[in-house]
């Protein structure tokens, strides 16, 4: 009587498993922060790349470069390799915003294959081993982290940050 059911529960549940939304949620957050911090580093001006609130604290280029190299480390490795990150001591714009694009493009490349079957995949980060998915969340979380700072340095100098625009 109730054995027709069993395989309607099975389509059912292969069904909502094939259309795992992670990845493409995933995809769609990135490409939101990608957004913020490109027209942030190329929204603030060249002399306030250097700015600290405090010393005691990185400067708004050492945030942009700092921001590129975790990119290229953990978008490289679930992209299947380990880049060197490269941004870390320079300081002027146009070579922090060019480094901060070269990570975006390493990134782009590795949220582009993610799938619903690469999401779940174990890969080795300098961190040890983690999936994929896990990997790319984290560079979105980190990066949104290190936007609120920015946010803070260019509302300290007048200047309204990309995400607040318009409003």
């Given at each position: ?120 995949e174990k890969i080795k980060t300098a961190r040890g081993e983690r999936s ?36």
């Amino acid at each position: 009587m109730f054995r027709p059911l069993v395989p309607c529960a099975l389509a059912l549940a292969a069904s909502a498993f094939a259309q795992n939304p992670l990845p493409a949620e995933a995809k769609q957050a990135y490409n939101g922060i990608k957004n913020n911090l490109t027209k942030m580093a190329e929204k603030m001006p060249e002399e306030h790349y250097s700015f600290k609130p405090v010393p005691e604290i990185r400067s708004f280029g050492e945030l942009v470069a700092h921001v590129a190299d975790s990119q290229t480390r953990n978008c490289s490795a679930a992209a299947g390799e380990m880049k060197k990150p490269t941004a870390a001591g320079k300081t002027s714009k146009a070579d922090l915003v060019a480094a901060l694009k070269e990570s975006f493009a390493t990134c782009d490349a590795a949220f582009a294959s993610l799938t619903d079957t690469s999401a779940f995949e174990k890969i080795k980060t300098a961190r040890g081993e983690r999936s994929r998915v896990g990997t790319l969340m984290q560079v979105i979380t980190h990066s949104n982290e290190e936007y609120g700072y920015m946010a803070v340095y260019m509302r300290l100098k007048g200047i309204v940050p990309p995400s607040s625009e318009g409003r």
